[in-house]
């Protein structure tokens, strides 16, 4: 089946460092759409990027995301860390066909300290 | 646009008690999905519905578990018999369902804790 994973349950970073949170995948499909969901501190998980296109950059708020489908990734990289960015941050997978299914990766927690 | 509405917020049981989760989703919104979120893990996909019609409900442990949609807007999530593997917080969201690949919109949740 489907997969998503996400090996770093913890990234620690300095403010105004680069962060790189890792994701990795399995799918079957060849028509797949990947997402970066945030969900902070007693909030809703909410979609921070989305990608369909291989090779493409995609950015939002300051992070961006590249789907690589030659290396089966989607990692989610910042320039410069902010405190605000401190949030658990999930890796998903939803197929192009078969439904609506939407598969997430077991999520990293990202903190930044000053 | 009012988002993703559940309730309740929280809930405390005692393992063999039974409780109830309820969704609004988006208005519009035609697919409807329930996840298990168990502490400090990502998502799990319990059931998802388009309109009123279940799509996969694969991983909802049918024993205990049951979650409907009679009409295709709100939905209920059922466990029947709690059991302390269940304490998790349970989310819903809901999508457009215009195409494939759509953003999620998520509610709060509703974090049970089974004693």
């Known amino acids: 089946g489907d997969s998503v994973t996400q090996t770093e349950g913890l990234v620690t970073v300095t403010e105004g460092l680069p962060v790189k949170l890792n994701c990795t995948y399995q799918?079957?499909?060849?028509?797949?759409?990947f997402f970066w969901y945030v969900q902070y501190l007693n909030e809703a998980p909410q979609v921070l990027l989305r990608?369909?296109?291989?090779?493409k950059r995609t950015e939002h708020q300051g992070f961006h995301a590249t789907l690589h489908k030659s290396s089966s990734s989607f990692h989610l990289q910042k320039s410069s860390a902010q405190l605000s960015d401190s949030a658990l941050y999930y890796c998903?997978?939803?197929?192009?066909?078969?439904?609506?299914?939407?598969?997430f990766g077991s999520g990293t927690r990202l903190l930044v300290s000053p | 646009e009012a988002g993703v509405t559940q309730s309740p917020r929280y809930a405390v049981l005692q393992e063999g008690q039974a409780v109830s989760f309820w969704c609004d989703p988006i208005?519009?919104?035609?697919?409807l999905y329930w996840y298990q979120q168990p502490r400090d893990q990502g998502p799990q996909l319990l059931v998802y519905?388009?309109?009123?019609?279940?799509?996969?409900n694969s991983q909802l442990p049918s024993d205990r578990f049951s979650a409907v949609r009679p009409k295709g807007t709100n939905s209920t999530l059922k466990i029947q018999s709690a059991k302390q593997g269940d304490t998790a917080t349970y989310l819903c969201?809901?999508?457009?369902?215009?195409?494939?690949?759509?953003?999620?919109?998520f509610g709060h949740g509703t974090k049970l804790s089974v004693l």
């Open positions: 969201a809901s999508s457009p369902g215009t195409y494939s690949n759509e953003r999620l919109f």
């Open positions: 799918t079957t499909y060849l028509t797949i759409a």
């Open positions: 990608s369909s296109t291989d090779n």
């Open positions: 998903a997978l939803s197929p192009g066909t078969g439904g609506y299914k939407v598969v």
């Open positions: 208005s519009g919104h035609d697919t």
């Open positions: 519905f388009r309109d009123e019609a279940v799509i996969d």
